[in-house]
């Protein structure tokens, strides 16, 4: 099943801003928005925004979802040292009745 | 507070069987829609299957026709059958709400002669 595409890393310095992108077509991503996941090692994804929805009870208002056609993004503000961590996209693909991933991308704060 | 914890991965043989089991509490398992993920050692995470609240089943192309996804209603219980392992399937297997809400903290599975 193909995958969501995303950069493989992404550097900022701190306090910085990041853009982590995420691309589908029109049968995930563009049909029923990304859901995005942070994952510090060792632990278990946390999410962050389901579908491109409002932020999980909990969830630092630095990060929000968007979404333009086909491609999801999240922008993380005014970057954390603990905001260093790998960033993974999904969305459900209605084509293939299946769950795709990106293969992540990992967050280096400067 | 809702906890989903997984169990009964393990050291398998290729070509050989497990059951995976998440039991859930603050949370129905037959009311949700429920997940299994799995991510290999050094590497991204990966849809495994998913069970609607009616019983339907989804499978990834890499697991179908070898693993099985069910759920027991009066224990609260996830579980995933693996047959047919191979070394491939080695990786730390997660059971998650189908929203990503809530996610056990896994169990890792080795399949290796």
């Known amino acids: 099943q193909a995958g969501l595409t995303q950069p493989p890393s992404v550097s900022k310095g701190l306090r910085q801003t990041a853009t982590l992108t995420c691309t589908g077509n029109?049968?995930?991503?563009?049909?029923?928005?990304a859901t995005w996941l942070q994952q510090h090692q060792g632990h278990p994804p946390k999410l962050l925004s389901y579908?491109?929805?409002s932020r999980p009870s909990g969830i630092s208002e630095r990060f929000s979802a968007s979404r333009s056609r086909n491609t999801a993004s999240l922008t993380i503000t005014g970057l954390q040292p603990e905001d260093e961590a790998d960033y993974y996209c999904?969305?459900?693909?209605?084509?293939?009745?299946?769950?795709?991933f990106g293969e992540g991308t990992k967050l280096t704060v400067l | 507070e809702v906890q989903l914890v997984e169990s009964g991965g393990g050291l398998v043989q290729p070509g050989g069987s497990l059951r995976l089991s998440c039991v859930a509490s603050?949370?129905?398992?037959?009311?949700?829609?429920m997940n299994w993920v799995r991510q290999a050692p050094g590497k991204g995470l990966e849809w495994v299957s998913l069970?609607?609240?009616?019983?339907?089943?989804y499978y990834a192309d890499s697991v179908k026709g070898r693993f099985t996804i069910s759920r027991d209603n009066s224990t609260n219980t996830l579980y995933l059958q693996m047959n047919s392992l191979r070394t491939e399937d080695t990786a730390v297997y997660y059971c998650?709400?189908?929203?990503?809400?809530?996610w056990g903290r896994g169990t890792l599975v080795t399949v290796s002669a």
């Open positions: 999904s969305a459900w693909d209605s084509s293939l009745s299946a769950w795709v």
């Open positions: 603050g949370l129905t398992v037959s009311n949700n829609y």
């Open positions: 069970i609607y609240s009616d019983g339907s089943t």
């Open positions: 998650a709400r189908d929203d990503g809400a809530y």
């Open positions: 029109s049968n995930n991503v563009g049909n029923q928005g």
């Open positions: 579908r491109g929805d």
